[in-house]
């Protein structure tokens, strides 16, 4: 059997996080439709158009360690998806529901600000500098999506559920 | 049909969160077991004790909603878990295990992160001032904790994993 490097840490987890984003994709979709007010909307959307654009940079450092961008089953955002489904269905038509929607999308964002962090890390003791400036651009954007999402529930969203009550 | 208000999303969150401390306590014992080097172990069983003391707090909250403490299936912890697990099995024995764990170890501290910044604005929002500071202080325990493994991830296991290639 082949030792297992960090090398093919890396791999698995550039892997893990191609599954999530995919998924996550479709997610932000669901959410977008879902969301009661404008604003939420449209962070979801904004999102989304980021998240093909951290798909593209993780098929380009398949492409430097000349292998097939190729997503494995990860469990975790298939978890986390799953209860933000759950809000969606439970909470549809109630003052609350955005509130769970942007929470629901805080924790993907964490999701992916812990597997982007990490990858840098290892991309940086491997020696591929180039792979590493671009999981820092994505973990960047990241961090600002998050910011984004407590500030639009700060200001509106859980306000909003707690004046309906 | 009762009608879903943040009250609702707050103690929902609440029972999602403690479900998913006492997983986490369980999985820090085997990141413990499992991991190679000492201070891996000893991170780990530090997280532990502390992960005792936020469930604690979780159940102060619960008593201040005259609520009895109850978990509810955290299908996102469980998939964060999971993926530990994986990683336990597939990289033991090699020099990339305790990267390998130390960035399982992480993607739980963001979930919890995630979790208890949410959970800490809805208590505000709320009015619940106690319970806004409980979940504070957690959070601000879990921020530490994700620093204290990325400098061990940094100082010790990549280089270890990445001189033993």
Redesign the interface.
Known sequence: MK???????FHD?LR?IYYAERKILKALTQLGRGAESEEAKSAFQTHKEETEGQIARLEQIFEMMDKRPRGKT???????I??GEE?LE??KG???LD??LI?AA??V???E???Y??LK??AT??GMNDAAQLLDETLKEEYATDEKL?KL??DDA??H??A??
Do not use: M
């Open positions: 030792q297992k490097t960090l090398e093919s840490l987890g893990d990860c469990p975790a955002i298939d978890g986390i799953e209860e809000i439970e909470f109630g003052p609350a509130a769970g929470a805080q924790a964002e964490h999701y600000i812990a597997r962090g990490t890390r290892w003791v491997l407590t529930a700060d859980n306000r559920a707690v309906a009550e």
